[in-house]
Every structure is written in structure tokens, then in C-alpha cells.
């Protein structure tokens, strides 16, 4: 039997880890692949017991992009039928944080995947890049605007109009990544981080992204507007009243997520 082109693992202590796997192809991500991630990042979305997500590939690759092979002979309307820009969609929609594990490279879709995370944790030897102009297109999963967002107009344009790879110290000083660690501990930082996420009252923390995504995409009013609302709504929770009065009696919090 075939190993899945995907493998997801539901443990119980609050983090769900998922990985790429077609390794012969450097993870590149074909329509399976992405039907499977955002299957599983939708179903761990909803499972209350997954607090944190970590999204991982091999050390070879997070993902080398797109499948080439399954877009050369494809047309415009093919491409329109595949739906791959709704599957882009439902995996940056999940609810819960998604930190991205990058070891090896990082191009194309895969860049743009690693972008759709909340966080990134980069091994040193981690290589980035949109390099789709070098075949003709444009980064077609969010890069030409995730980027952007991330490292500002001339780096973006830098990169996405020549192709060239980056490096992981290049990209932490660029922004686009959130922590850089020794290639063998990518994945174990990466845990260690959703574990610490994880332990932490899981409506903040969903109101923590959503505020900070929202407020990208909107004025520095309607945003503020946001969190006013946010703040507000969470002083119904109980974890709320847990967590201050843990605070104040000086023991751990246990939060519920209620
Ligand atoms: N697609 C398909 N196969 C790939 C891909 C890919 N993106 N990347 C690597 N592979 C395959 C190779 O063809 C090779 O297969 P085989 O053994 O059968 O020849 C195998 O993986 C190993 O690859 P290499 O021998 O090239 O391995 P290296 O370690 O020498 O190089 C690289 C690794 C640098 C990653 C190199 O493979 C490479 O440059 N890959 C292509 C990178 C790229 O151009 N990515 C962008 C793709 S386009 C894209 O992502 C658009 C996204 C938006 C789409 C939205 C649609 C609506």
C-alpha cells in the first residue's frame, strides 16, 4: 500500500501535527495533497481538543511548490474547474494557529503554504522563493499579496520579480520568518511552540488571530474597533475569570475553554 501524500497525527495534549509527504517530489503540492490539507486543517479546526497546528514537510523540503507536472498541459478553464484557489482559501481560514515547520526548501506554493501559517519556524539551512516567474506564471496562492504584507513592496517585488531564493537569516530579517533554529530542531521547536500555545485559553487565542488578520486587511480604526469588541466579548469567559484570579492567588490557571 502507497503511503498517504499527507499524514496527520491527533495527539492528546492539545497540538495536531501535519506533514507532507511525497518526498520523491520535494512535497510538491499536487491537488491531492491540498484537498488533503485542507481536509485535515478544516477538521482540526473544528476538534476542540487541537488547541495549536503544526504544519510540516521533510528536511528536504517543506514544499517545492505547486505540482509542474500536473499543471503543464493544464488550461485556464481547467485550472477554474480544479478549484485549487477555494482549497488556498479554506486551509488560511482555519480558526486555530498554524505554525509552519520549514526545513529545506520553501518555493513557490510552498512559500505561499508557509505564508498561509501563523507562525514560521525556519531551519538555518531553510531556502525561500517565489520563483514562478521562471516558468511562466505568477505566484497564484496569496504570494503576490501575503509577501507584501510580510516584507514590505521592494523586498516583494525584489524576490517575485526575479525568482531568486532567500535564505532563512534573509527572511527573519525580512520579517517573513518568526524564529530560525538549527535544522535538526525545526520540528521540535515547532512542538515546544504549539505545546506553549496550547496551554494558553483557547478563545484568547483564537481572537488573537482573527484580530490580527482582520485588522491586516482593514483601517487601523475598523481594526482597533475589532479588538475593542474582542476584549470585551472575552471578559464573558470563564477563562477569563480563571485566569486573572490565578493570577491574583499566585497558582496555575486551568483553563477550559468556555
Ligand atoms: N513540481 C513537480 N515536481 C517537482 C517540483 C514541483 N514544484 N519540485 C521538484 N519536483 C520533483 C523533480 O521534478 C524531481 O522529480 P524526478 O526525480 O522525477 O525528476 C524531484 O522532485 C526532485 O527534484 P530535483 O531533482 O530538482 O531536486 P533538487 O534538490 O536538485 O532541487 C528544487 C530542488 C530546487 C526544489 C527544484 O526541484 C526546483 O526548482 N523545483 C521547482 C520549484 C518551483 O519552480 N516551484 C514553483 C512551482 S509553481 C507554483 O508553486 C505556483 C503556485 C500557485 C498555483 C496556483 C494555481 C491556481
Redesign the pocket.
Known amino acids: 500500500m502507497t503511503e498517504a501524500v499527507v499524514l496527520a497525527q491527533y495527539p492528546q495534549e492539545g497540538v495536531g501535527l501535519i506533514r507532507i509527504n511525497r518526498p520523491?517530489?520535494?512535497n510538491?503540492?499536487n491537488l491531492e495533497v491540498r484537498k488533503l490539507l485542507a481536509h485535515y486543517l478544516t477538521d482540526m479546526g473544528n476538534d476542540p481538543a487541537i488547541r495549536c497546528i503544526v504544519l510540516t514537510g521533510n528536511d528536504?523540503?517543506f514544499a517545492?511548490?505547486?505540482?509542474?507536472?500536473?499543471?503543464v498541459n493544464a488550461g485556464s478553464i481547467e485550472?477554474l474547474l480544479r478549484g485549487?484557489?477555494k482549497l488556498w482559501r479554506t486551509i488560511g481560514a482555519c480558526p486555530k494557529p498554524v505554525i509552519a515547520a520549514v526545513s529545506g526548501?520553501a518555493?513557490?506554493?510552498?512559500c505561499?503554504l508557509a505564508m498561509t501559517c501563523d507562525i514560521i519556524i525556519a531551519g538555518e539551512g531553510a531556502r525561500f522563493g517565489q520563483?514562478?516567474v521562471?516558468?511562466g506564471?505568477i505566484?497564484?496562492?496569496g504570494g503576490t499579496q501575503r509577501l507584501p504584507r510580510a516584507v514590505g513592496k521592494y523586498k516583494a517585488m525584489r524576490y517575485a520579480l526575479t525568482g531568486d531564493l532567500f535564505t532563512a537569516k534573509e527572511a527573519l530579517d525580512m520579517g517573513l520568518v518568526s524564529e530560525i533554529v538549527p535544522d535538526t530542531e525545526v520540528e521540535s521547536r515547532a512542538i515546544a511552540m504549539a505545546h506553549q500555545i496550547a496551554q494558553l485559553p483557547p478563545l484568547a487565542i483564537e481572537q488573537v488571530k482573527e484580530c490580527i488578520l482582520r485588522g491586516l486587511d482593514a483601517s487601523l480604526d475598523t481594526g482597533l474597533a475589532l479588538e475593542t469588541k474582542a476584549i470585551q466579548m472575552l471578559f464573558a469567559s470563564e477563562d477569563k475569570k480563571e485566569g486573572m484570579s490565578a493570577f491574583i492567588e499566585k497558582r496555575k490557571p486551568h483553563f477550559k475553554g468556555l
Open positions: 520523491d517530489a520535494r510538491a503540492l528536504k523540503a517545492a511548490g505547486a505540482d509542474i507536472k500536473e499543471m485550472m485549487t484557489h526548501f518555493l513557490g506554493g510552498g505561499e520563483p514562478e521562471k516558468i506564471i505566484p497564484g496562492g
